[in-house]
């Protein structure tokens, strides 16, 4: 149960975060948005034989931000070093159409990331590319900001309908809502939001640099992270793993919404796979993972205070 008044006025500022990040027309409705899907659109060619990727959509189902359905059940993460070495001219083609399609359905510019496995976005100012990163990683599409530089995923073995698509669909429809439902001072009020919480705690994300790279230390991390959250909150690791993300099973869909988009606000990206929560695991900027756990605790509390649980933390 909520103890204090502290306690009160931390859950009340995070419904506030909430509402504040949020779209205009989410933000007295945001609880009763259901992850139902509209379907998938069918890809268009042009004259080129080239995906006519602005001719595609003139709608999208609701953000998983607000509790709509994740674009992808499950996450799309970047290529692997050792498969766009051994693939470099694909890989190159699956950037450039990446890239094209970005260019066509949001106007903006992007161009292989440094890194290998990423497409990058130079966004106008940092509150964009932070709120785009938070949006495009709860429709599970692997992103990572840094700045305002937004990195997508890439791969040699993305195809045009599925992977290649996946990307282009997640930013289209991410931006659509940034740009298009949001007016100027509700983004500046959101980049305010964003900088006062990054001085709280840095944004917690998994780091790009070595992605897929699971040494020892990540492991060990990963298990302590898993130990000490199982017995803050009983919620037991998920059987589905990821290089930088830990799972834990939540009891409902409608729990494992509520404590993502919390732990959103709380600057700790997020997302879920049906009730799977899952959390990152970064070992730069939380190094012995206890800004995630306590994070993932307090709003776990907050949640069954809510009755969003039907479990309570353990005693």
């Known amino acids: 149960m909520l103890q204090s008044w502290r306690d009160r006025r931390k859950f009340e500022e995070l ?43 003139d709608t999208f189902c ?21 498969a766009i070495e051994a693939q470099p001219d694909r890989y190159r083609e699956v950037v450039t159409e990446i890239c094209r399609g970005i260019a066509l359905t949001t106007e903006l510019a992007a161009a292989p990331s440094p890194v290998a496995g990423w497409v ?47 990307v282009i669909t997640a930013i289209s429809k991410t931006c659509h809502y940034w740009f298009d439902h949001m007016l100027d001072r509700e983004q500046k009020k959101i980049e305010d939001l964003f900088a006062k919480m990054d001085k709280e705690s840095p944004l917690i994300q998994p780091p790009i640099s070595a992605y897929g790279v699971r040494g020892e230390s990540i492991q060990l991390l990963c298990d302590a992270m898993s130990e000490q959250i199982l017995r803050l909150t009983g919620l037991r690791p998920s059987s589905h793993k990821y290089a930088g993300w830990l799972g834990v099973d939540c009891p409902d869909v409608r729990a494992a919404i509520w404590m993502m988009r919390a732990m959103v606000v709380s600057n700790v990206l997020s997302r879920r796979e049906g009730t799977a929560l899952f959390v990152p695991i970064d070992p730069v900027r939380d190094p012995a993972g206890e800004t995630v756990v306590r994070t993932l605790a307090t709003v776990f509390e907050f949640a069954a205070d809510r009755k969003i649980l039907r479990v309570s933390p353990p005693s």
């Open 15 to 57: 419904d506030l975060r909430l509402r504040t990040i949020l779209p205009e027309e989410y933000q007295d409705c945001y609880e009763d948005v259901q992850p139902v899907s509209m379907g998938s659109a069918a890809l268009k060619f042009g004259r080129d034989g080239k995906v006519a990727w602005n001719e595609i959509w």
């Open 62 to 82: 609701d953000l998983a931000m607000a509790g709509g359905p994740p674009h992808k059940g499950m996450l799309l993460e970047p290529g692997s070093r050792a």
């Open 120 to 166: 990058r976005i130079e966004c106008a100012n940092r509150g964009t590319a932070e709120w785009l990163v938070r949006a495009i990683v709860m429709e599970n599409i692997f992103a990572h900001c840094a700045g305002t530089a937004l990195d997508l995923p890439a791969g040699p073995d993305y195809r045009v309908e599925k992977e290649i698509k996946n």
